[in-house]
């Protein structure tokens, strides 16, 4: 029955990393091609096409080292991930969509531990949240010409660090203490 049931919960083909990569679906993305993009906890990226036929098609085509990979961001034909492993962003040029390429990587720290992306086209730069020992927020810009990001440098909190900490603080509601920012939503 075991085994029965494990069958059952793969929802996509086993990738080229022993079966891996495709485990834990979790967040969809459209790519500029129409595909859809969905990264697995597994940190692998599937490629959902013919989404509006009876035989949608699903390919494994990217596996970021370690696991626990974090919320995707597509910004033109570029998708930025958070991977644990590197505690910071890797990023994935899909042009080709079928076969994405690596085109830059940006170290966030080595207690950071990456989860969330965002864009805000509006200001054109993305936002990470994280988890570990550091949690803090950082404001990141994406060069759209060649892939390459940089921390915002002059997003700054008050100890003169890049990003925004969340550690040791007096929150509104009375509570003081380190706080895990998980998602952001911008506004006008």
């Excluded at 859809?36 to 596996?63: F, M, N, W």
Aim: aromatic letters at 10%.
């Amino acid at each position: 029955m075991g085994r029965r049931c494990v069958e059952q919960e793969q929802r996509f083909p086993r990738g080229h990393r022993c079966g891996y990569g495709e485990i834990d679906p979790e967040e969809p993305r459209r790519g500029p091609d129409g595909s859809v993009y969905v990264q697995t906890l597994a940190c692998g990226i599937e490629r959902i096409t013919d989404i509006a036929t009876k035989e949608p098609k699903s390919q494994l085509v990217h596996v970021f080292p370690g696991a626990f990979c974090g919320v995707p961001t597509i910004v033109g034909h570029y998708l930025i991930q958070g991977v644990r492993a590197t505690h910071g962003l890797i990023v994935l040029d899909i042009s080709n969509p079928s076969n994405p390429a690596e085109v830059s990587r940006l170290a966030l720290g080595g207690e950071f531990l990456p989860h969330w992306t965002g864009w805000d086209a509006r200001t054109q730069r993305l936002v990470v949240t994280g988890y570990g020992a550091d949690h803090r927020l950082f404001l990141v810009k994406l060069d759209q010409s060649t892939g390459v990001v940089t921390v915002d440098g002059v997003f700054k909190d008050e100890a003169g660090k890049p990003g925004f900490s969340f550690d040791k603080r007096e929150w509104p509601h009375g509570w003081t203490g380190s706080a895990n920012p998980h998602g952001v939503v911008f506004s006008r």
